[in-house]
């Protein structure tokens, strides 16, 4: 009688064990299953994200003039043409404040303004396929001209608004000037209030596009101090002072 009980226990505790092993291994093909549906996805999703970025960068570098790119490195401007050769330019990425490639309107043109660094002058281009690289301003330290273009964008197809800097000294200037690429005539535009105008920048998606002139006013006579001056003009109001 005992041993049949003794029996009976064993073969119930050894049920037991066989149910709770096959739970256990039911439980852990479960999560490894949904373990691998996780990890498939994220590298789905991961993946999907580097061909989205690529894509952007690829999109980036093919907007503009059909397939004209640019690249600005630590010493250089690359302009890359439509039949993939390459224009280099010597530009200082650190001294320069402002990108120095624009497209004109219709991005049927670019303008390129590369900076030469510290008192060493700057350059301005205007390249289309039509027309090719044209050569508008070209300073630098060693050819006696005391002033070189910077900052520079297009108001339309025609005409482009820079900033005409003073190469030497500490001491902040820059006056606003017009080139008109039909007659090539070089402008004064008097327009700016402040002192010296630093930094140009076109707002485009409103209603009236416009340009932000920023710059500085000096405080004192000894032209030591300065606030800041900001002036926003409408590119229509710029347009007809000098049309």
């Known amino acids: 009688m005992k041993k049949n009980i003794w029996i009976g226990f064993i073969i119930g505790v050894a049920t037991v ?106 350059a301005l281009y205007v390249y289309s396929k039509e027309n090719g690289l044209k050569e508008i301003i070209n300073v630098k330290a060693t050819s006696g001209e005391q002033y070189y273009p910077s900052g520079a964008l297009w108001l339309d197809e025609r005409y482009i608004i820079y900033i005409n800097s003073y190469m030497y000294g500490t001491i902040p200037s820059g006056e606003l000037q017009i080139y008109d690429t039909e007659t090539k005539q070089i402008l004064p535009l008097e327009l700016f209030k402040g002192d010296a105008v630093l930094q140009l920048s076109r707002v485009s998606d409103v209603d009236k596009p416009y340009i932000v002139m920023s710059g500085i006013q000096f405080t004192d006579e000894m032209l030591n101090d300065s606030k800041s001056y900001v002036e926003n003009h409408d590119i229509e109001e710029i347009l007809e002072m000098i049309e």
């Open 17 to 122: 064990l066989i149910i709770g092993a096959g739970i256990v291994l039911i439980g852990n093909y479960s999560f490894q299953k949904a373990t691998e549906a996780k990890s498939e996805k994220i590298v789905k999703e991961e993946s999907n994200g580097k061909e989205t970025e690529e894509k952007e960068e690829t999109e980036e570098a093919d907007s503009g003039n059909g397939n004209v790119s640019y690249s600005v490195e630590q010493t250089s401007l690359i302009l890359t043409k439509e039949d993939g050769s390459e224009q280099i330019f010597e530009h200082d990425n650190a001294f320069g404040k402002m990108e120095p490639v624009d497209y004109s309107p219709t991005r049927e043109k670019v303008l390129l303004t590369p900076q030469y660094g510290w008192e060493e002058g700057g």
